[in-house]
């Protein structure tokens, strides 16, 4: 990803985010077996997410980049389609 056009706080943000993805990876159990977190600090993590998300949608507000946007892919089918009018012919009286 470019960071040439964020600014520091936009850099810090993105940095926490992924330190945090990272560390709930590596805290994550296999299935059946217990988790090492507590139900307190699962809650404190998702709560920091969200706090992450809003700071990083109110800066792109505040930079006026639209957060709306998703990719596509170009054999994707269009969910519009053109449709082509014939003039009538003119009559002549």
Same mark, same amino acid.
Request: aromatic content about 4%; cysteine-free; proline content about 8%.
């Given at each position: ?9 936009? !850099?810090?943000?993105?940095?926490? =985010? @992924?330190v945090l993805a990272n560390?709930? @990876? /590596?805290?994550?159990? *296999?299935?059946?077996?217990? $988790? ?7 809650? %404190?993590? =998702? /709560?920091? #997410?969200?706090?992450?998300?809003? !700071?990083? *949608?109110?800066?792109? *507000? ?5 957060? %709306?946007? =998703?990719?596509? #892919?170009? %054999?994707?089918? !269009?969910?519009? @389609?053109?449709?082509? #009018? $014939? !003039?009538?012919?003119? @009559?002549?009286?």
């Open positions: 990803m470019n960071t040439e056009g964020l600014n520091k706080e936009q !850099r810090i943000l993105r940095v926490l =985010r @992924k560390i709930v @990876k /590596d805290a994550t159990p *296999a299935p059946g077996m217990p $988790h090492p977190l507590q139900e307190s600090t699962i809650n %404190d993590i =998702r /709560d920091l #997410f969200g706090l992450i998300a809003e !700071r990083e *949608a109110e800066l792109a *507000a505040e930079a006026g980049i639209k957060t %709306d946007e =998703r990719p596509y #892919f170009t %054999d994707e089918p !269009r969910k519009s @389609k053109t449709v082509l #009018f $014939h !003039r009538p012919t003119k @009559k002549n009286n």
